[in-house]
Protein backbone atom coordinates (compact mmCIF):
# COMPACT_ATOMS: atom_id res chain seq x y z
CA UNK A 1 0.00 0.00 0.00
CA UNK A 2 1.24 3.97 -0.59
CA UNK A 3 2.87 5.68 2.23
CA UNK A 4 0.56 8.22 4.07
CA UNK A 5 2.26 11.05 1.79
CA UNK A 6 1.00 14.10 3.69
CA UNK A 7 2.80 16.54 5.84
CA UNK A 8 1.60 18.53 8.33
CA UNK A 9 0.10 21.58 7.84
CA UNK A 10 2.29 24.52 8.20
CA UNK A 11 4.37 27.19 7.00
CA UNK A 12 3.96 27.88 3.42
CA UNK A 13 1.92 24.99 3.00
CA UNK A 14 -0.70 26.19 5.78
CA UNK A 15 -0.88 29.33 4.02
CA UNK A 16 -2.06 27.71 0.94
CA UNK A 17 -4.69 26.27 2.64
CA UNK A 18 -5.70 29.03 4.26
CA UNK A 19 -5.94 31.22 1.50
CA UNK A 20 -7.68 28.60 -0.63
CA UNK A 21 -10.27 27.75 1.50
CA UNK A 22 -10.99 31.03 1.99
CA UNK A 23 -12.19 31.67 -0.90
CA UNK A 24 -14.29 28.48 -0.75
CA UNK A 25 -15.79 30.14 1.97
CA UNK A 26 -16.79 33.06 0.33
CA UNK A 27 -18.21 31.39 -1.87
CA UNK A 28 -21.18 30.51 0.32
CA UNK A 29 -23.78 32.88 2.66
CA UNK A 30 -23.03 30.03 5.47
CA UNK A 31 -19.74 29.06 5.99
CA UNK A 32 -19.75 25.30 7.10
CA UNK A 33 -21.88 25.14 3.48
CA UNK A 34 -18.07 24.85 1.89
CA UNK A 35 -17.24 21.39 3.96
CA UNK A 36 -17.27 19.28 0.37
CA UNK A 37 -14.98 21.65 -1.17
CA UNK A 38 -12.60 21.59 1.60
CA UNK A 39 -12.72 18.47 2.01
CA UNK A 40 -11.76 18.29 -2.16
CA UNK A 41 -9.24 21.02 -1.06
CA UNK A 42 -7.25 19.18 1.81
CA UNK A 43 -7.82 15.83 -0.26
CA UNK A 44 -5.78 17.34 -3.19
CA UNK A 45 -3.05 18.33 -0.79
CA UNK A 46 -2.49 14.77 0.95
CA UNK A 47 -4.01 12.19 -2.07
CA UNK A 48 -6.49 11.37 0.64
CA UNK A 49 -8.67 13.10 4.18
CA UNK A 50 -5.93 12.70 6.17
CA UNK A 51 -5.99 13.35 10.32
CA UNK A 52 -5.14 16.89 9.72
CA UNK A 53 -7.03 17.77 6.71
CA UNK A 54 -10.72 16.51 9.17
CA UNK A 55 -9.01 19.17 11.71
CA UNK A 56 -8.21 21.67 9.35
CA UNK A 57 -11.66 21.80 8.20
CA UNK A 58 -13.28 21.49 11.77
CA UNK A 59 -11.18 24.57 12.76
CA UNK A 60 -11.80 26.25 9.29
CA UNK A 61 -15.53 26.23 9.45
CA UNK A 62 -16.35 25.99 13.37
CA UNK A 63 -17.22 22.19 12.98
CA UNK A 64 -16.59 19.39 15.76
CA UNK A 65 -14.08 16.65 14.13
CA UNK A 66 -16.70 14.42 14.41
CA UNK A 67 -18.87 16.33 12.22
CA UNK A 68 -16.31 16.46 9.34
CA UNK A 69 -15.58 12.82 10.00
CA UNK A 70 -19.72 12.44 9.54
CA UNK A 71 -19.36 13.83 6.14
CA UNK A 72 -16.32 12.60 4.65
CA UNK A 73 -17.10 8.99 5.68
CA UNK A 74 -20.27 9.35 4.08
CA UNK A 75 -19.28 10.05 0.31
CA UNK A 76 -17.04 7.83 -1.91
CA UNK A 77 -15.24 10.58 -3.35
CA UNK A 78 -13.62 11.30 0.04
CA UNK A 79 -10.71 8.66 0.49
CA UNK A 80 -9.92 7.83 4.77
CA UNK A 81 -6.86 6.29 3.42
CA UNK A 82 -3.69 6.80 0.64
CA UNK A 83 -4.98 7.01 -2.55
CA UNK A 84 -2.91 6.36 -5.86
CA UNK A 85 -2.24 8.45 -8.53
CA UNK A 86 -5.01 7.21 -10.62
CA UNK A 87 -8.76 6.20 -9.25
CA UNK A 88 -9.57 3.18 -11.99
CA UNK A 89 -13.51 2.96 -11.86
CA UNK A 90 -15.29 -0.17 -13.48
CA UNK A 91 -18.65 0.32 -13.70
CA UNK A 92 -20.17 -3.18 -12.49
CA UNK A 93 -23.98 -1.56 -12.51
CA UNK A 94 -26.54 -3.63 -14.57
CA UNK A 95 -26.07 -3.02 -18.01
CA UNK A 96 -22.04 -2.56 -18.04
CA UNK A 97 -21.79 -5.97 -15.95
CA UNK A 98 -24.28 -7.77 -18.78
CA UNK A 99 -21.70 -5.84 -21.44
CA UNK A 100 -19.21 -7.15 -19.93
CA UNK A 101 -18.34 -4.62 -16.68
CA UNK A 102 -17.54 -8.13 -14.17
CA UNK A 103 -14.74 -9.56 -16.52
CA UNK A 104 -13.12 -6.15 -16.71
CA UNK A 105 -13.13 -5.79 -13.31
CA UNK A 106 -12.17 -9.23 -12.17
CA UNK A 107 -9.35 -9.15 -14.98
CA UNK A 108 -7.90 -5.87 -13.87
CA UNK A 109 -7.94 -6.97 -10.30
CA UNK A 110 -6.17 -10.41 -10.96
CA UNK A 111 -3.59 -8.25 -13.26
CA UNK A 112 -2.83 -5.45 -10.46
CA UNK A 113 -3.05 -7.21 -7.75
CA UNK A 114 -5.35 -5.70 -5.78
CA UNK A 115 -9.01 -5.80 -4.91
CA UNK A 116 -11.81 -3.17 -4.54
CA UNK A 117 -10.72 0.46 -2.80
CA UNK A 118 -7.03 -1.22 -3.20
CA UNK A 119 -3.81 0.50 -4.15
CA UNK A 120 -0.89 -0.98 -5.79
CA UNK A 121 2.58 -1.15 -4.28
CA UNK A 122 3.66 1.57 -6.25
CA UNK A 123 1.14 4.19 -5.53
CA UNK A 124 -0.28 4.44 -8.81
CA UNK A 125 -3.46 2.74 -9.31
CA UNK A 126 -6.66 2.52 -6.79
CA UNK A 127 -8.88 0.50 -8.10
CA UNK A 128 -12.32 0.52 -7.61
CA UNK A 129 -15.97 -1.54 -8.42
CA UNK A 130 -18.44 1.44 -9.42
CA UNK A 131 -22.20 2.30 -9.29
CA UNK A 132 -23.17 3.74 -12.72
CA UNK A 133 -21.62 6.59 -14.97
CA UNK A 134 -24.40 7.90 -16.35
CA UNK A 135 -22.48 6.09 -19.41
CA UNK A 136 -24.67 3.59 -20.17
CA UNK A 137 -24.62 4.21 -24.04
CA UNK A 138 -21.30 3.58 -24.05
CA UNK A 139 -21.23 0.45 -21.84
CA UNK A 140 -18.98 -1.59 -20.39
CA UNK A 141 -17.18 1.68 -19.11
CA UNK A 142 -14.36 2.51 -17.00
CA UNK A 143 -13.53 5.83 -15.43
CA UNK A 144 -10.13 7.05 -15.13
CA UNK A 145 -10.06 9.93 -11.99
CA UNK A 146 -13.65 10.59 -13.32
CA UNK A 147 -12.68 10.68 -16.90
CA UNK A 148 -14.70 8.36 -19.17
CA UNK A 149 -13.12 5.75 -21.41
CA UNK A 150 -15.99 4.24 -23.22
CA UNK A 151 -16.76 0.61 -24.94
CA UNK A 152 -14.03 -1.35 -22.55
CA UNK A 153 -12.54 -4.65 -23.06
CA UNK A 154 -10.43 -6.60 -20.47
CA UNK A 155 -7.41 -6.22 -22.77
CA UNK A 156 -7.90 -2.33 -23.36
CA UNK A 157 -8.36 -1.82 -19.50
CA UNK A 158 -4.92 -3.97 -19.03
CA UNK A 159 -3.32 -1.62 -21.95
CA UNK A 160 -4.87 1.54 -19.89
CA UNK A 161 -3.47 1.14 -16.71
CA UNK A 162 -0.40 -0.15 -17.73
CA UNK A 163 0.29 2.87 -19.56
CA UNK A 164 -0.41 4.68 -16.73
CA UNK A 165 2.15 3.44 -14.37
CA UNK A 166 4.31 3.56 -16.98
CA UNK A 167 4.37 7.64 -16.99
CA UNK A 168 2.78 7.91 -20.20
CA UNK A 169 -0.08 10.35 -21.31
CA UNK A 170 -3.26 9.12 -21.71
CA UNK A 171 -6.35 10.33 -23.21
CA UNK A 172 -9.84 9.59 -22.06
CA UNK A 173 -12.43 8.56 -24.91
CA UNK A 174 -14.23 11.80 -24.15
CA UNK A 175 -12.91 14.75 -22.11
CA UNK A 176 -10.19 16.41 -21.41
CA UNK A 177 -7.27 15.84 -23.86
CA UNK A 178 -5.41 13.82 -20.98
CA UNK A 179 -5.98 12.32 -18.10
CA UNK A 180 -4.89 14.38 -14.98
CA UNK A 181 -3.74 13.02 -11.38
CA UNK A 182 -5.93 12.67 -8.35
CA UNK A 183 -4.98 15.56 -6.82
CA UNK A 184 -4.99 18.16 -8.85
CA UNK A 185 -8.93 16.44 -9.86
CA UNK A 186 -9.49 16.73 -6.21
CA UNK A 187 -8.74 20.16 -6.53
CA UNK A 188 -11.26 20.55 -9.39
CA UNK A 189 -13.85 19.33 -7.60
CA UNK A 190 -13.16 21.85 -4.78
CA UNK A 191 -13.85 24.48 -6.92
CA UNK A 192 -10.93 25.80 -8.23
CA UNK A 193 -10.84 25.53 -12.58
CA UNK A 194 -7.40 24.06 -14.12
CA UNK A 195 -8.68 25.86 -17.52
CA UNK A 196 -8.94 22.72 -19.48
CA UNK A 197 -12.90 22.33 -19.39
CA UNK A 198 -12.96 22.66 -23.30
CA UNK A 199 -10.87 20.34 -23.78
CA UNK A 200 -11.19 17.06 -25.95
CA UNK A 201 -14.40 15.43 -27.53
CA UNK A 202 -17.30 16.23 -26.31
CA UNK A 203 -20.65 14.15 -26.01
CA UNK A 204 -20.72 10.91 -28.67
CA UNK A 205 -22.96 10.64 -31.28
CA UNK A 206 -25.24 7.78 -29.63
CA UNK A 207 -25.62 10.64 -26.75
CA UNK A 208 -26.92 13.34 -28.62
CA UNK A 209 -29.50 10.75 -31.02
CA UNK A 210 -32.43 11.93 -29.51
CA UNK A 211 -31.47 15.89 -29.52
CA UNK A 212 -30.12 15.42 -33.27
CA UNK A 213 -33.52 13.61 -34.27
CA UNK A 214 -35.70 16.10 -32.09
CA UNK A 215 -34.18 19.37 -33.99
CA UNK A 216 -34.73 17.28 -37.83
CA UNK A 217 -38.06 16.95 -36.79
CA UNK A 218 -38.65 20.45 -35.19
CA UNK A 219 -39.92 18.29 -32.08
CA UNK A 220 -39.86 20.13 -28.56
CA UNK A 221 -41.40 19.26 -24.98
CA UNK A 222 -45.07 19.81 -24.14
CA UNK A 223 -45.55 23.21 -22.06
CA UNK A 224 -45.87 23.09 -18.83
CA UNK A 225 -47.84 26.31 -17.82
CA UNK A 226 -51.42 24.79 -18.09
CA UNK A 227 -51.91 25.71 -21.88
CA UNK A 228 -54.69 23.43 -23.69
CA UNK A 229 -53.67 20.08 -25.23
CA UNK A 230 -54.45 21.77 -28.76
CA UNK A 231 -51.44 24.61 -28.09
CA UNK A 232 -49.37 21.76 -26.68
CA UNK A 233 -49.88 20.42 -29.69
CA UNK A 234 -48.98 23.02 -31.73
CA UNK A 235 -46.30 23.80 -30.05
CA UNK A 236 -44.57 20.54 -30.16
CA UNK A 237 -45.18 21.35 -34.00
CA UNK A 238 -43.79 24.24 -34.14
CA UNK A 239 -39.87 25.31 -34.52
CA UNK A 240 -37.66 24.95 -31.40
CA UNK A 241 -38.21 28.15 -29.07
CA UNK A 242 -35.62 30.83 -28.48
CA UNK A 243 -35.24 29.40 -25.11
CA UNK A 244 -34.31 26.03 -26.60
CA UNK A 245 -30.16 25.27 -26.09
CA UNK A 246 -28.97 25.90 -29.95
CA UNK A 247 -26.46 24.62 -32.04
CA UNK A 248 -23.47 25.92 -30.91
CA UNK A 249 -24.89 27.68 -28.30
CA UNK A 250 -23.61 27.96 -24.45
CA UNK A 251 -25.75 24.83 -23.37
CA UNK A 252 -25.42 22.64 -26.51
CA UNK A 253 -23.08 19.63 -26.94
CA UNK A 254 -24.73 18.55 -30.05
CA UNK A 255 -21.92 20.27 -32.08
CA UNK A 256 -19.23 19.27 -30.12
CA UNK A 257 -16.67 17.20 -31.69
CA UNK A 258 -17.75 13.84 -31.21
CA UNK A 259 -16.27 11.14 -29.57
CA UNK A 260 -14.46 9.03 -32.15
CA UNK A 261 -15.15 5.33 -32.34
CA UNK A 262 -13.97 2.89 -29.83
CA UNK A 263 -11.32 0.36 -30.92
CA UNK A 264 -8.36 2.60 -31.87
CA UNK A 265 -5.36 1.38 -30.70
CA UNK A 266 -3.98 3.12 -27.61
CA UNK A 267 -1.13 4.81 -29.06
CA UNK A 268 -3.77 7.23 -31.21
CA UNK A 269 -4.94 10.16 -28.57
CA UNK A 270 -8.61 10.65 -28.95
CA UNK A 271 -8.09 14.73 -27.77
CA UNK A 272 -5.52 17.33 -28.43
CA UNK A 273 -2.03 16.84 -26.48
CA UNK A 274 -1.93 18.67 -23.42
CA UNK A 275 0.66 18.13 -20.27
CA UNK A 276 -0.58 16.74 -17.18
CA UNK A 277 -1.05 18.52 -14.45
CA UNK A 278 0.74 17.61 -11.58
Known amino acids: MATTGYEPYEGTKLERLERDAATAVARYPEPRSALLPLLHLVQSEDGYVSPDGIAFCARTLGLTTAEVSAVATFYTQYKRHPNGDYTVGVCTNTLCAVMGGDAIYEELSEHLGVGHDETTADGKITLER ?108 APAAASTPQPGGAQSSVDTPAAPPAGGTSDTPTGRDASEEA
Open 130 to 237: VECNAACDYAPVMMVNWEFFDNQTPATAKDVVDRLRAGDEVAPTRGAASVCSFKAMSRVLAGFSDGRADEGAGAGPATVAGTVLAREKGWTAPTMDGSSSADATETSN
